[in-house]
């Protein structure tokens, strides 16, 4: 029985075990290994650095980043974001080309990488080809490989906050208070028919089929 993931280096394990079989399977071993990270991106599934972003010993290492909020996805689509960022790997080393431009817009050569590695791949206005999923071989390829697992450890959502600054008098310097942002809708009921209404504060409300007061629930 496989153990459960509960650490992250036991979850970078599990992508990088993901990648070699990747990399053997859709890119005869051609890639060299990337450093792989798992951190929050904003507004992307992952991300791909093309330049040296880590060096041990002289040695510089191209960095693959997977959003850490999106690992509770299927399995799938999880493998789908690493595979997408590896043809990216795969044209930039490989076959020195560039395939997109400012890091969004995805041109013809990197649509040929995906649809020939893996992916579908549909073009979407502003991005190009950006938009990837997993095709049939992936699907079959994941069967094949059960020792990819489901990746369990997932960063939880971070909860709303809001800040507040109270000013004070000609003594008291303003003060900033900030914790958790509350839900202020208030829920009426008319105990007759059953209708529901909600508010933002307290009211007086009345039903106009009823006739009566409508009562505040939970």
């Keep these: 029985m496989p153990k459960q993931t509960t650490t992250m280096s036991r979850l970078t394990g599990q992508l990088e075990k993901a990648f070699r079989l990747l990399n053997e399977h859709f890119f005869d071993n051609q890639l060299e290994a990337p450093i792989i990270t798992v951190a929050p991106t904003s507004r992307a599934y992952g991300h791909y650095t093309p330049y040296d972003a880590w060096t041990s010993n002289g040695e510089g290492k191209k960095e693959i980043n997977i959003a850490s909020a999106t690992l509770d996805r299927p399995l799938e689509e999880v493998i789908a974001t690493l595979l997408h960022e590896l043809c990216h790997l795969y044209n930039d080393t490989i076959l020195h080309v560039r395939d997109s431009r400012d890091g969004y817009y995805h041109n013809d050569l990197f649509y040929r990488a995906a649809v020939t590695h893996g992916l579908n791949c549909e073009r979407v206005p502003r991005y190009g080809y950006a938009l990837t999923s997993p095709s049939d071989e992936l699907l079959q390829f994941l069967l094949d490989h059960d020792e990819i697992r489901e990746i369990e450890l997932c960063r939880a959502k971070e909860p709303?906050?809001?800040?507040?600054?109270?000013?004070?008098?000609?003594?008291?310097?303003?003060?900033?208070?900030?914790?958790?942002?509350?839900?202020?809708?208030?829920?009426?009921?008319?105990?007759?028919?059953?209708?529901?209404?909600?508010?933002?504060?307290?009211?007086?409300?009345?039903?106009?089929?009823?006739?009566?007061?409508?009562?505040?629930?939970?």
């Design 160 to 218: 709303d906050v809001v800040t507040v600054t109270v000013i004070g008098g000609e003594n008291n310097p303003p003060v900033s208070v900030t914790g958790r942002k509350t839900n202020n809708s208030r829920r009426w009921t008319c105990p007759k028919c059953g209708a529901i209404v909600r508010s933002t504060r307290t009211v007086n409300l009345i039903c106009g089929d009823c006739l009566e007061r409508f009562d505040e629930t939970t």
